[in-house]
T-cell receptor
Framework: AQSVTQPDIHITVSEGASLELRCNYS??????LFWYVQSPGQGLQLLLK??????LVQGIKGFEAEFKRSQSSFNLRKPSVHWSDAAEYFC????????????FGDGTTLTVKP | KAGVTQTPRYLIKTRGQQVTLSCSPI?????VSWYQQTPGQGLQFLFE???????NKGNFPGRFSGRQFSNSRSEMNVSTLELGDSALYLC???????????FGPGTRLTVT
């Protein structure tokens, strides 16, 4: 069975500082990996995805993520955080041929200090 | 291109009642998935429909059901509502089996 672990429930960073959100997955085959962001009371917005190819993936809003198969990780990074980045972030894994059924991590809430 | 729309956005129901939620996918998308989001359980997959057929189902009781119409619009139904069904219900659409999902804003269901 596939699973996703986001070890950090809550992270606080100062505006302008760098950010890394951790994600570890468990999946028996080649995974599809996603990062989503959710603002309060809103749906999820896709930040980036990894299907295959280059293991460093660029997304929207200046985010990037690196797929490391040996560590079963797909960590999200941003070099300089903006106050508007405060939100909840979800990592998800989907089957190679079944992205419609994704398994999500429990999420990491990001607080940005001025 | 319009995004995924869900109606209604907010709903208050009483225990024992039933409810129907609606989802209109992005034009051209044939896959619609439903998720339940609660503070305690997080995001949990309910089911997925593709071309009017249920392709996947999560671990929810039979009170939760869904369907998809020929225009790809989907509805989910919850019968005999329980307090624990209070949640944000999210719908997501994708173009096909190997494509990423785009989420709607959700329907906030409160059961009293």
């Amino acid at each position: 069975a596939q699973s996703v672990t986001q070890p950090d429930i809550h992270i606080t960073v100062s505006e302008g500082a760098s950010l890394e959100l951790r994600c570890n997955y468990s999946y028996g085959a080649t995974p599809y990996l996603f990062w989503y962001v959710q603002s309060p009371g809103q749906g999820l917005q896709l930040l980036l995805k990894y299907f295959s190819g280059d293991t460093l993936v660029q997304g929207i809003k200046g985010f990037e993520a690196e797929f490391k198969r040996s560590q079963s990780s797909f960590n999200l990074r941003k070099p300089s955080v903006h106050w508007s980045d405060a939100a909840e972030y979800f990592c998800a894994v989907g089957a190679l041929t079944n992205a419609g059924k994704s398994t999500f991590g429990d999420g990491t809430t990001l607080t940005v200090k001025p | 291109k319009a995004g995924v729309t869900q109606t209604p956005r907010y709903l208050i129901k009483t225990r024992g009642q039933q409810v129907t939620l609606s989802c209109s996918p992005i034009s051209g998308h044939r896959s619609v998935s439903w998720y339940q989001q609660t503070p305690g359980q997080g995001l949990q997959f309910l089911f997925e429909y593709f071309s009017e057929t249920q392709r996947n189902k999560g671990n929810f009781p039979g009170r939760f059901s869904g369907r998809q119409f020929s225009n790809s619009r989907s509805e989910m139904n919850v019968s005999t509502l329980e307090l624990g069904d209070s949640a944000l219900y999210l719908c997501a659409s994708s173009a096909g089996r190997e494509d990423e999902q785009y989420f709607g804003p959700g329907t906030r269901l409160t059961v009293t």
